[in-house]
């Protein structure tokens, strides 16, 4: 289990360690299957406590698929073109390029350094 031992606390040692535990628990009980459901409740009631933890004391990262990341660039154009910002600075677009230069920040400064989820 990653940096678990480097957590300063013991209560926070435990909590991460109980989870984990847990949710090793749940794959070996649905032989590594969830429903779309079940893997919200999942991620929701253990990945999304444990990552605060990790992003708090080790610096850990976001890091989505490149594709998802320019998605999410690609609708903030739409939303700044909608409001005509992006008239100002001749239609570059200005999300699109920002998420993926995130990407690439993360990718090369964080995911070598194991530190991202």
Known sequence: MLYVDKFPTV????????????????????????????????????????????????????????????????????FLWIIGVLNSVYFIPLGSILFGLYWVYIEFFYAQKNRVY
């Open 11 to 78: 209560s926070e040692k435990q909590f991460v360690v109980e989870k984990i535990e847990y949710y090793f628990q749940q794959l070996e009980e649905q032989q590594f299957e969830f429903k779309i459901s079940e893997k919200k409740d999942i991620l929701k009631s253990i990945i999304n406590p444990i990552a605060i933890y990790y992003i708090a004391r080790f610096h850990f990262k976001y890091h989505g698929r490149l594709k998802t990341m320019l998605f999410i660039g690609f609708n903030i154009d739409v």
